[in-house]
């Protein structure tokens, strides 16, 4: 081998090591959690790349960074025992009520012999139906027609990544989000109590499970990874398990009417009662808090509400808020083939059988909601 191949070849090896080296630096837990899972399947085992030929092989950068992320981490398909056994302990702490947590008992029980070859039909079906509507020019929509590259990075703030177990859960308000969003921060640990991970979704209080920097999702990934943020996302969107709740769209309304304009709410009462009132009410000098405004008897109607949603005037001033934002601006559907579909209709056989399929099951169960 002359020198120059010899050279060459220490300069390919060399970057390479440097690529992985700056990847692990950026990861904030300290080391590359790379953990690829291939949905609903056995464990992959990639193999690792010997030759610098396979290297010279490769077409371009995607098909670069795939090849070698795979040929470098490897996936881990248990839990930690500490963390299995803090999990599978419980906790003691009492669970605090909450007006938009209505906590049911639900006796798990009678479902452990619940029906997989039903679920998994219902969840073919599901995709089915979704890809059909995508598939289908009669049915259109803003952004439809768009690839998952056009998407911009301010939109993806709505996928929460899980590396630990190799799962992304795009999380939609008023779909039991609150509740998910803790099964998510337990299992990646990604928030401590007293120096320890949570074990108990219920535990977590709500201010931080609605805290931006608890998560870890895509929006975040530029300052992380760079120009390689959108290689990594989708590499990340073959190999994870994608997942999303969502429900009847008009309940969904009232729901987010209900619970940001019926209870006192001062935050929502200044950016959207006070706007609603003054331009369908003719209601003018309003009061400036909510608790005011309540016991002079002036409250945002659901006809209000929903002129204000079909005012084109809206969006003009600022996007939806995401407790009425279209499902598909939230977790574009037709640019992300998503593995799961769950229904609030149907919450609790359909989170049962996600966290067997994630295999998490032995480890905590779904909050009762």
Not at 131 to 153: L, Q
Not at 227 to 254: A, C, G, Q
């Amino acid at each position: 081998m002359t020198k120059a191949r010899l050279l060459r070849l220490s300069v390919v090896l060399v970057s390479i090591f440097m690529i992985l080296l700056i990847i692990v630096y950026w990861d904030n837990v300290g080391t590359a959690h790379f953990y690829l899972h291939t949905s609903f399947s056995r464990p992959h085992s990639p193999g690792a790349i010997t030759a610098a030929e396979d290297w010279e092989a490769l077409p371009d950068v995607d098909e670069f960074l795939a090849k070698l992320l795979s040929s470098s981490l490897k996936q881990n398909t248990s839990v930690p025992r500490k963390t299995e056994q803090l999990l599978v302990q419980g906790s003691n702490k009492p669970v605090v009520s909450n007006l938009e947590e209505n906590v049911r008992g639900y006796d798990w029980s009678t479902h452990k012999d619940r029906n997989s070859l039903d679920q998994e039909k219902l969840q073919v079906e599901r995709q089915r139906t979704l890809r059909e509507f995508c598939a289908n020019s009669s049915f259109t929509f803003p952004t439809k027609e768009r690839s998952f590259d056009d998407i911009p990075n301010y939109e993806l703030n709505h996928l929460i990544v899980d590396d630990r177990h190799g799962v992304i859960y795009c999380y939609v308000p008023k779909v039991a989000c609150t509740n998910w969003k803790r099964v998510m921060i337990v299992l990646s640990e990604s928030l401590l109590d007293q120096g320890v991970p949570y074990r108990n979704p219920l535990d977590i209080p709500r201010e931080h499970v609605h805290n931006t920097s608890t998560h870890l999702t895509f929006n975040k990934f530029w300052r992380r990874y760079g120009k390689f943020s959108r290689h990594l996302m989708k590499i990340k969107l073959k190999k994870y398990t994608k997942f999303l709740f969502v429900r009847d769209p008009f309940v969904r309304l009232i729901s987010a009417f209900r619970s940001k304009f019926e209870l006192e709410n001062e935050d929502f009462y200044r950016r959207f009662a006070i706007p609603m009132l003054k331009l369908y009410s003719n209601h003018t000098n309003l009061p400036t808090s909510v608790s005011e405004a309540f016991g002079a008897g002036l409250r945002v109607s659901f006809s209000d509400f929903i002129q204000y949603l079909l005012d084109p005037r809206t969006e003009k001033m600022a996007p939806f808020n995401e407790h009425w934002r279209q499902v598909y601006r939230l977790c574009h559907p037709c640019q992300i083939d998503y593995d799961f579909i769950g229904k609030l209709e149907t919450l609790d056989e359909d989170a049962a059988y996600l966290l067997q399929l994630l295999k998490v099951d032995r480890l905590l169960r779904f909050p009762p909601s």
